[in-house]
């Protein structure tokens, strides 16, 4: 499809957009890409399959910073999460291919992003002290059945050192091999693979929250690695929407104009952001961006409907 000049304009400022988002502990871009790409195109599939590789690029964009500063770090036992969430991502494909669902998603997914922007629009970004309070929260709530007051306060006292540790040690605060443990594996697992399967999000900050309450990681050292993970599930998922479209629906999804315009957005306000991140107001920028999810989520229900 040959792109007017306003379209070309539209895909790099929402790629800007989902640049910043991503920036901001990992965020997928899926609000902001999928209205707009249903918009252009009238086609549910191609805008998930699209938003995914977009994610991709800017989150490899993105943990470049994180990389230069070494705050990530790749462990054996993370990958129960990740082979459970590409096996329920190539089965959500798969069901998003062959049933009714795929015309659903053409009203459900923009009334989800509707939602996601008022949400947005009311508290903006998740930021490092928003995502480390939700962390602990969750963390204490894991571990406090059974303890005593002193066991809870020294456990209180281990969870707030450890988010905010800049060293490499990584200390978990479930014990491993646990049935807890394997239990929350496998929850944060299903989650990502639905996550990325049938919306074509990368669950970025899934992914940051399992780190830190499952595998101990500090808050930094856990946003970096789960950028590395989201990369890796990105890459699986939208090879699903490749194979399984050539497959089923006999077409690739994927076109090279609208994701290399979107992709020259995302990069650069991606580096930029994720250098600067903590300069920009996470309230001001999650606001900007919850009204553009919204307005774009309410034009893509509305021209669904009329199509």
Request: proline content about 2%; glycine content about 10%.
């Amino acid at each position: 499809m040959a792109l007017e000049l306003y379209q070309i304009v539209i895909l790099i400022s929402i790629g800007a957009l989902v640049g910043i988002s991503i920036s901001f502990i990992g965020q997928t871009g899926m609000g902001i890409v999928f209205p707009i790409i249903l918009l252009f195109t009238g086609d549910v599939f191609l805008a998930i399959a699209i938003n995914l590789l977009n994610d991709l690029i800017t989150a490899a964009a993105v943990s470049i910073g994180y990389l230069r500063k070494k705050q990530f770090k790749i462990r054996v036992d993370i990958f129960i999460i990740m082979i459970i969430a590409v096996f329920i991502s190539f089965f959500g494909v798969f069901t998003l291919m062959t049933s009714p669902l795929g015309n659903i998603f053409g009203w459900f997914v923009p009334l989800f992003t509707m939602i996601l922007g008022l949400s947005f629009l009311k508290k903006g970004f998740p930021t490092y002290e928003s995502v480390k309070k939700m962390a602990q929260n969750m963390a204490r709530k894991t571990v406090k059945r059974g303890k005593s007051e002193e066991e809870l306060a020294e456990i209180h006292k281990k969870i707030d050192e450890q988010l905010a540790s800049e060293t490499d040690t990584i200390q978990g605060f479930i014990s491993r091999g646990s049935r807890l443990f394997y239990l929350l594996a496998i929850f944060f697992g299903i989650f990502v693979g639905l996550n990325s399967g049938l919306f074509g999000a990368s669950s970025g900050l899934v992914f940051v929250l399992a780190l830190v309450i499952l595998y101990g990681y500090p808050l930094k050292k856990g946003v970096g690695t789960a950028l590395i993970l989201s990369i890796i599930i990105g890459l699986c998922t939208f090879s699903f929407y490749q194979i399984f479209g050539i497959t089923i629906k006999g077409r690739f999804f994927f076109n090279f104009e609208l994701s290399f315009y979107l992709a020259i957005g995302s990069i650069i306000s991606g580096i930029i952001a994720s250098t600067y991140i903590q300069k920009l107001s996470a309230k001001t920028m999650g606001r900007t961006v919850g009204l553009v999810i919204f307005v774009l989520g309410a034009l893509a229900l509305t021209f669904y409907f009329i199509n």
